[in-house]
T-cell receptor, first 114, second 115 residues
Framework: KAGVTQTPRYLIKTRGQQVTLSCSPI?????VSWYQQTPGQGLQFLFE???????NKGNFPGRFSGRQFSNSRSEMNVSTLELGDSALYLC?????????????FGPGTRLTVT | AQKVTQAQTEISVVEKEDVTLDCVYE???????LFWYKQPPSGELVFLIR??????QNEISGRYSWNFQKSTSSFNFTITASQVVDSAVYFC????????????FGKGITLSVRP
């Protein structure tokens, strides 16, 4: 079974630009969640999608948004990028039990904002 | 509010030593779930274990064992006879059971196993 895939793996953007990250879950998994990992703040939950609906949201500004498609693939968008958005963005999928289920993580997208 | 504290930030051991990674949590939920994840240098988090709040049995999986104690709100992880491949960052995490539950991670413990 293929694991969670994320594209692109690396990205360099300039302040003020916007970026879209993509995540393909494990086949059969219907829940996709996103996390930001930085050296200072650690791993922080962004949001979770299930059946194309945002089911749960962390404490991030509205510049961070996402969506899920009917095939469970998910995208995350960050608008008006700030230097502080430089981070490893991890996507995880689970069967559908939500964040109390075991999460299977992708390799992440490393975003650098200059 | 949920909180996970991993007081140890970095641990360095010599191969074959036993090592225990501590995790202390706070939650007001009566039903909750605890996790351990491993993040090797490649960056991808790997699921290790999930326990619910009603199951306090200790668990052993090969060289790995977990000690869950509700009385002290702790969920500690022990690696027996450590190996170089165990070098990674280890995260403890906590979630509630409801649909609106968040998944809260500790800051992580960097374990270095020297040959």
């Amino acid at each position: 079974k293929a694991g969670v895939t994320q594209t692109p793996r690396y990205l360099i953007k300039t302040r003020g630009q916007q970026v879209t990250l993509s995540c393909s879950p494990i086949s059969g998994h219907r829940s996709v969640s996103w996390y930001q990992q930085t050296p200072g703040q650690g791993l922080q939950f962004l949001f979770e999608y299930f059946s194309e609906t945002q089911r749960n949201k962390g404490n991030f500004p509205g510049r961070f948004s996402g969506r899920q498609f009917s095939n469970s693939r998910s995208e995350m968008n960050v608008s008006t990028l700030e230097l502080g958005d430089s981070a490893l963005y991890l996507c995880a999928s689970s069967r559908g039990g939500g964040l109390s289920d075991e999460q299977y993580f992708g390799p992440g997208t490393r975003l650098t904002v200059t | 509010a949920q909180k996970v504290t991993q007081a140890q930030t970095e641990i360095s051991v010599v191969e074959k030593e036993d090592v225990t990674l501590d995790c202390v949590y706070e939650t007001r939920d009566t039903t909750y779930y605890l996790f351990w994840y491993k993040q090797p240098p490649s960056g991808e988090l790997v699921f290790l274990i999930r326990r619910n709040s009603f199951d306090e049995q200790n668990e052993i999986s090969g060289r790995y064992s977990w000690n869950f104690q509700k009385s002290t709100s702790s969920f500690n992880f022990t690696i027996t006879a450590s190996q170089v491949v165990d070098s990674a960052v280890y995260f403890c995490a906590l979630s509630g059971a409801g649909a609106n539950s968040k998944l809260t991670f500790g800051k992580g413990i960097t374990l270095s196993v020297r040959p």
